[in-house]
């Protein structure tokens, strides 16, 4: 019974993101911690990641197909991505995360 729930559980929430064009992890891991609560943490982890690959995936073909996304549009934000995820992850070594957050919520506009 709980393989059927948690299997109709992924169903519901895949199609839920996938509409909106993410993959689902959060709802991947609150499914398994409540159907699932002595699953090992990086067990669940894996099963999440490897579920939001692959809706994410199934989205972003769909969209593609549609006409929503491009990779002319997409490939300077994919560029710049790579190198602006080494410079964070740097940022984050050397400072505190409350400093790095306080910069970062002083870097992005205030939203309307």
């Known amino acids: ?5 948690l299997a109709l559980g992924f169903f519901v929430v895949a199609l839920l993101y996938a509409s909106v064009g993410h993959g689902g992890a ?7 911690a409540l159907v699932m609560p002595t699953l ?5 982890a894996t099963t999440a990641l490897l579920l939001n690959t692959i809706v994410s995936g199934i ?3 769909q969209f593609s197909r549609a006409g929503a996304w491009s990779l002319r549009r997409a490939s300077p934000f994919l560029i710049a991505s790579v190198p602006a995820a080494f410079w964070v992850d ?13 910069w970062w919520g002083y870097a992005l506009p205030p939203s309307d």
Do not use: D, I, K, W
Not at 1 to 5: A, L, R, S
Not at 26 to 31: E, F, I, S, W
Not at 40 to 44: D, F, M, R
């Open 1 to 5: 019974m709980n393989e059927f729930m």
């Open 26 to 32: 959060t709802g991947y891991l609150a499914l398994l």
């Open 40 to 44: 090992p943490q990086h067990e669940a």
């Open 59 to 61: 989205a972003l073909v």
């Open 90 to 102: 740097g940022c984050a070594l050397r400072l505190s995360c409350s400093l790095c957050c306080s």
